[in-house]
């Protein structure tokens, strides 16, 4: 007789294997559950600090106590810590090799294993829930390394309450017209936060960022968006589209999402539409964890949802205004998967002071980039110089005539690529790109380093978000 897990590999074997070129079909949660959720989650954005931080430790407490009787790894790794009542500080750090070799003893409910929710996220039927329970994402990371998570019903239903609820921190009204275009794969969350907003507004057409252009100005020309969400290298074409005549739209709100948000594309949309770009930071580890309210002041984290440490490489915590090396993320809601200090590579700033939006949740500057974004250089006399990829970005998005751009790691230093824009010289363009190039490599005192500046026809996305990626690897030869 065949155990429960293999007919449930059975059960969702797939018809034919997942493609990022097309739509899934995507359960949703019961919209009148999120709604309310929201409703209740939206009063905690006018608590005062001080009760947000008693909210944060309590559940805590309750999930740390959690995690300990429930998962046989959290049991030998930190039980006798919750017992002892040890500050987070005393835990121990887990990263995502830890996490995935870990996977079947972190889970509580013992008839998840990695090997079935890997199953099940290569096939059609990724979007419908495993084990008529949970919710699958998976992610390849900006390390490359794959990463398969669950969210149990009310952890997912409070995910996306969460989303809803921070849409009201930045001020928008809940009859705005949205769209979403991102990832075509339904477990990238991107994805499956759209199918879920378009099961409150139908008439919203289910577009990715691998949809043919011309079908998507058809499409938005037609349910003109009030707000949409989107990768900030696909907010460029929407701009292009717009410039060029073809798209006819009118939105009130752009918000940049998935990607980190170069500091033209808000300057882009402004000079386009004239309207506000807001940014989000999210992980398919933990969902939504912080946006920008109305202000445009930071990004308010959401410290009822989440423990967020940001701490040096020594993981010791940084005060407010110095960009730590890492994150660390502890989540309060997921009991079926629970993350207890979480490395997350991203590059984090603190926000000191209240924000005039009245939300005491705590705030960072936009992510300014990530470990995996570091570029290294190697001058004549072979000393190695590290170059974090927007020392180039920020100055490359400010020059005309480049479409797409993206850095590659070579073997011995680094390459720009550049897609130049149409009508303008590939060569000027190359020319300028050069200059800005070795101009940051001298402010690091690595002035004949190598730099190839390389003009392409197109740069690909990559992975089941489709995402462009800033920095890629050379290819092998």
């Not at 969460?162 to 849409?167: A, E, F, T």
Request: glycine residues 6%; negative net charge; aromatic residues 6%.
């Amino acid at each position: 007789m065949a155990s429960h897990t293999e007919s449930a590999l059975n059960k969702t074997r797939p018809t034919h294997k997942l493609s990022t070129a097309e739509l899934y079909d995507v359960e949703t949660s019961d919209q009148d559950t999120i709604n309310r959720m929201a409703e209740e989650m939206a009063l905690r954005l006018a608590w005062p600090r001080q009760r947000v931080l008693d909210y944060q430790q309590e559940h805590l407490r309750e999930i740390l106590h959690h995690a300990a009787t429930h998962s046989a790894y959290y049991r030998d790794t930190i039980g006798h810590l919750v017992e002892s009542g040890a500050p987070l500080s005393d835990f121990p750090v887990m990263n995502k090799t830890t996490l995935m070799s870990e996977f079947d003893r972190i889970v509580t409910d013992p008839r998840l294993t990695r090997a079935l929710v890997e199953e099940h996220a290569v096939t059609n039927r990724a979007g419908h829930l495993l084990l008529d329970e949970y919710r699958v994402a998976s992610t390849g990371g900006s390390s490359g390394q794959r990463g398969v998570f669950v969210y149990d019903r009310e952890a997912w239903d409070l995910t996306v309450a969460n989303l809803r609820r921070m849409q009201r921190l930045m001020g928008l009204p809940p009859a705005l017209r949205p769209v979403g275009i991102a990832a075509p794969s339904p477990v990238h969350l991107s994805n499956r936060f759209y199918a879920e907003m378009r099961a409150m507004f139908p008439d919203s057409p289910p577009l990715s960022v691998v949809t043919p252009m011309e079908k998507v100005v058809e499409a938005l020309s037609r349910y003109l968006p009030d707000s949409i969400s989107t990768y900030p290298s696909f907010i460029r074409r929407l701009a292009d589209e717009q410039v060029a005549g073809r798209l006819k739209i009118a939105p009130i709100l752009m918000r940049s999402v998935a990607e980190a948000l170069a500091p033209d594309v808000r300057d882009l949309v402004r000079a386009t539409w004239n309207i506000p770009t807001t940014n989000s930071y999210a992980s398919t580890e933990a969902g939504i964890m912080g946006s920008e309210c109305r202000e445009q002041s930071g990004i308010h984290l959401c410290d009822d949802m989440f423990l967020t440490e940001i701490v040096d490489d020594a993981y010791r915590p940084v005060s407010a205004g110095t960009t730590g090396a890492k994150v660390l993320i502890t989540t309060l809601f997921n009991r079926t998967l629970p993350i207890v200090r979480y490395e997350l590579s991203d590059y984090l700033t603190a926000i000191d002071g209240p924000c005039l939006c009245g939300c005491a949740f705590q705030r960072i500057k936009d992510i300014e980039g990530r470990r995996e974004e570091m570029l290294r250089v190697w001058t004549p006399d072979g000393r190695e110089v590290a170059v974090h990829a927007p020392r180039f970005w920020f100055h490359l998005v400010r020059v005309s005539g480049i479409k797409q751009y993206q850095f590659v790691q070579l073997p011995k230093g680094i390459a720009i690529r550049i897609v130049p824009t149409v009508g303008h010289n590939p060569e000027t363009v190359r020319n300028e790109v050069d200059r800005i190039g070795r101009a940051a490599l001298s402010a690091l005192d690595a002035p004949e380093g190598h730099l190839e500046v390389q003009i392409v026809e197109t740069i690909e996305r990559s992975g089941a978000a489709a995402k462009q990626k800033l920095v890629a690897s050379a290819p092998a030869t």
